[in-house]
């Protein structure tokens, strides 16, 4: 059992920075890709930036310039800094955990943080 759990969101200024984290807890077997999603309301849920076991990265392109994901293999985290936060960036963001399992795999979602970013 595979369980994901987020923190770091807050209210924040325009311009100003959060850094979301997210452990995952459980059985962690590779491939795998961590990563972060949002949803503002009324919109679709969406990819912010996702990270692969292999070092491989991707980011929405509203995001590349400012946001930058990490891994801690060790601690099976992943994080999300934030800079320059505009107020399009309100949502909700949810971790996200992908793993490899037989020939298929396994995604999971964390509870979510709220980020708010005021003018």
């Known amino acids: 059992q595979v369980q994901l759990v987020e923190s770091g969101g807050g209210l924040v200024q325009a311009g100003g920075s959060l850094r979301l984290s997210c452990a995952v807890s459980?059985?962690?077997?590779?491939?795998?890709?961590m990563g972060w999603y949002r949803q503002a309301p009324g919109k679709q849920r969406e990819l912010v930036a996702t990270?692969?076991?292999?070092?491989?990265?991707n980011y929405a392109d509203s995001v590349k310039v400012r946001f930058t994901i990490s891994r801690d293999s060790a601690k099976n985290s992943v994080y999300l800094v934030m800079n320059s936060l505009k107020p399009e960036d309100t949502a909700v963001y949810y971790c996200?955990?992908?793993?490899?399992?037989?020939?298929?795999?396994?995604?999971?979602w964390g509870q979510g943080t709220q980020v708010t970013v005021s003018s």
């Open positions: 990270y692969t076991d292999g070092g491989i990265t």
């Open positions: 459980g059985s962690i077997f590779s491939p795998n890709t």
């Open positions: 996200y955990y992908w793993q490899k399992r037989s020939f298929f795999g396994n995604t999971y």
